[in-house]
């Protein structure tokens, strides 16, 4: 599922650690890399190929970094708005997933200002692995850090059992098969909907939820995966995914979106959108359309 990638640059610092990033995916069978800085001349008509060629040698060192991990990779440099030309080459080059970084918390203020990552999410109608990037300025020059590199140490299924999330499934399966063994499933029950009225029924809600989940184990143990915890919290879903995350080091959170409803989700309280702009791990999102 993940054979072909789109990983988009910015030629910041930080986005050498989506570069980084994407090099683990050659554990679940990424081979070829499609390396996208898009150059947005919205109003600097003509300095194009000014700009590609100062792009250059960051793309190149990149690229080598790519193929030290055994990548076939291509650097396209198409001119135009990010978001758009990002999810484009995706589909033109038959990428199967595309891969972005984004800076957590300042996600919701990249949404006031068009940020790359939220439009991309909400424009994709393929998966979106969006990495967590943290900036640490202390020094003279901002270093970027993410949360790990080893994307199968501990996959994390979150799922409210819609069908957005069975689309979901299918890549855990994958991850199961290139050799994770520890995957937590996890489904919150919603205390903004069971209180106060279902309330006296959580316990039943419980047993019927956590009787689904152990199905959907009984198929990942059959893949190889050795430790699987079952996880059914009370709460507010966002907070809880977040919080066994950080808590239980996840090194991946995959979950379903409503795809272009991504963008109207976020003033609803998105359960998506709140994970990838708090979560430690990156978030693998799997759009309804694809």
Known sequence: MFSSILVGSDLSPSSYCVVEYAKSLYQV????VVLCYVIYVKHLVGLGDTMREEA????????RELESAGLEV???????????EITRLAAQSGCRAIVVGSHGHNLFRDILIGGVATDVVHRAERPVLVVRLEIDEQGQEPRCRVGSFEILSHVVYATDFSDNAERAFPYVEEFARSGCRKMTLLHVQDSSRIRPHLEHRLEEFNEIDRSRLERIALRLRELGVE???VEIPF??????IVDYVARESGSIVVM???GRGFIADIFAGSVAH???RLAQSPVLLVPSVQ
């Open 29 to 32: 069978g990424c081979r070829r």
């Open 56 to 63: 250059t040698p960051v793309l190149e060192a990149q690229k």
């Open 74 to 84: 291509t650097v396209e440099t198409p001119i135009g708005v990010p978001g758009i």
């Open 227 to 229: 430790q699987l915890r």
């Open 235 to 240: 709460g507010a879903p966002a907070k809880e």
């Open 256 to 258: 379903g979106t409503h």
């Open 274 to 276: 709140n994970v990838v």
